[in-house]
């Protein structure tokens, strides 16, 4: 007899963790240093208070870094093509998703830009299609299909090279995308990620305060000892955490958490007890890569439905609404 899995059984109990009071750029440096793009925000008793995120992240220094632009005079606004990623995991359009979903996995990226065989740009593949690519196929009872089946075309995400780091600060702010291709006469030439942004940010308002914290001057902010120093923030993580974000129960199946983050924006879930304590924390990329080895394990695609959940009804076979 199946039983299908719960969220206990692939949340991670290890976590980065932050308290109200963390000063926002200690915060901020903790998430880049432990390459995590949230943390939940504790209180006493492991009391689950909301999540600190990137997106925080980028509001705080959304602010910092137009306090800087009015402090500084010769400091020019850095451009896109001063700090994005040349260097890219990239698909074509043909290749199988679910080969592709473990090229993500193996890669520790979240998304990949599709190109087709001129090397013009096509769009994004990301954990998110990944999950629906896995998800059709156990639906449907047949193999996942191609990469351009679940590509991501929409032309809001892409970005423009000579876009400066507040325009991007900004379209961040206002979208759900993690990362946005830099693309020139429909040729990617990069792409630039939520932490990209964060660190240049963090650069320029570093140089735009160094008058004022003379110890941070070359090496950032995030990157300075500051234990006794004045911060330019001078705010707690308690401000900018987000309190709405969305968590779930130990016992929750796993079909039920991949609806959530197919109809979402999260990329994390916080398992939360009876009594309101944090327990672990979910991923998308912790589901995605349950699924994806038990798809690989399983007799065929199919199978992981007994798995992911104990409500399976054949008669929705090859009806599952995920929107890409």
């Known amino acids: 007899m199946h039983h299908p899995r719960q969220a206990r059984d692939i949340m991670i109990t290890r976590l980065v963790t932050l308290t109200p009071q963390t000063d926002v750029l200690d915060g901020i440096g903790i998430l880049l240093r432990n390459n995590v793009s949230g943390a939940p925000v504790l209180g006493a008793d492991r009391d689950y208070l909301g999540v600190f995120s990137e997106k925080s992240s980028l509001q705080v220094y959304l602010e910092l870094t137009s306090k800087a632009l009015e402090r500084s005079t010769t400091e020019r606004l850095p451009h896109v093509s001063d700090f994005m990623a040349r260097r890219l995991v990239t698909l074509t359009p043909d290749m199988d998703a679910l080969k592709a979903v473990g090229l993500l996995l193996r890669n520790h990226i979240s998304g990949a830009p599709v190109k087709d065989a ?151 879930l916080p398992v939360i007890d009876g009594e309101g304590r944090l327990m672990g924390q979910v991923s998308r990329r912790d589901l995605l890569q349950a699924i994806h080895e038990m798809v690989r394990k399983t007799e065929g695609p199919h199978q992981v439905l007994l798995y992911l959940s104990s409500v399976h009804d054949p008669a929705k076979e090859g009806n599952l609404p995920i929107e890409a």
């Not at 600060?169 to 830099?182: A, C």
């Not at 030439?189 to 650069?203: H, I």
């Not at 300075?224 to 929750?252: H, I, N, Y």
């Open 118 to 268: 001129t090397g013009r740009y096509v769009g994004v593949f990301s954990e998110k299609t990944s999950m629906k690519a896995i998800l059709d196929g156990a639906y449907d009872r047949v193999p996942a299909c191609s990469v351009d089946a679940y590509t991501d075309r929409d032309p809001a995400r892409l970005i423009s090279p000579q876009a400066t780091l507040l325009d991007v600060i900004r379209l961040f702010m206002k979208t759900h995308f993690r990362r946005l291709p830099v693309v020139s006469e429909g040729y990617i030439l990069g792409q630039v990620s939520r932490r990209d942004v964060l660190r240049a940010a963090d650069r320029y308002v570093a140089e735009a305060f160094a008058d004022q914290i003379p110890a941070v001057q070359g090496i950032g902010l995030l990157q300075s000892e500051r234990v006794e120093g004045p911060s330019p923030s001078a705010l707690t993580v308690e401000r900018f955490m987000d309190r709405s974000a969305q968590t779930t129960a130990p016992d929750t199946d796993l079909l039920a958490i991949a609806m959530i983050f197919a109809h979402s924006p999260f990329r994390r």
